[in-house]
């Protein structure tokens, strides 16, 4: 059974990580929650739940203006092209309906079965707005407890900036500032 949004804030104060959620009508697109944004400082996101031609599956998380081109994302990837994740597959693999696609879903794969793509723009901004598990509410946190809550899953991201066409480029991981990969 998927995780709870109860479930989620559980395990954030397991660990230890701040987070303060507004409950508000729910949003199904980016679009719907201009009004959300204007009322909560941080950066709001845009979360994809994607599968190539191969039945890999991804879980794009970036910031909400960020433009992004798929097949310039599945070809850095080494993927194959990508479409969207139908409702059955998100149920089954992250728990959550369209709409509630969220970084904070990776609680309900404890397989590892998606791999988890984040946007290098989203450490611009404290805190990150996500929604917790369902559309009808938005959790902030910081960019730290972030990837705290990810790493405490077992999960390393692949660290992606997007230009503004949005063509991703690599981020070299480690200590110190990031690197652009050529």
Known sequence: MPATPDDLFARFDALGIAHTTRRHAPVFTVAESHGI??????????????????????????????????????????????????????????????????????????????????????????????????????????PADMLKFIHSLGREPILLAFDAAGRPARIEPGPGPAHVLP
Do not use: Q, W, Y
Request: hydrophobic share 45%; aromatic share 6%.
């Open 37 to 142: 944004k204007a009322s909560m400082p941080g950066g709001h996101t845009k979360n994809l739940f994607l599968k190539d031609k191969k039945g890999a599956l991804f879980l794009v998380c970036a910031i909400a203006d960020t433009a992004i081109d798929l097949n310039a994302l599945a070809k850095i990837l080494g993927a194959g092209r990508f479409s969207f994740g139908s409702a059955e597959r998100l149920m089954r693999h992250l728990g959550v309906e369209p709409g509630s696609v969220t970084l904070f879903a990776l609680i309900n794969d404890p397989d590892r079965a998606v791999t988890l793509v984040l946007d290098e723009a989203l450490f611009a901004h404290d805190p990150v707005n996500f929604h917790p598990l369902k559309n009808d509410a938005t959790t902030a946190i910081c």
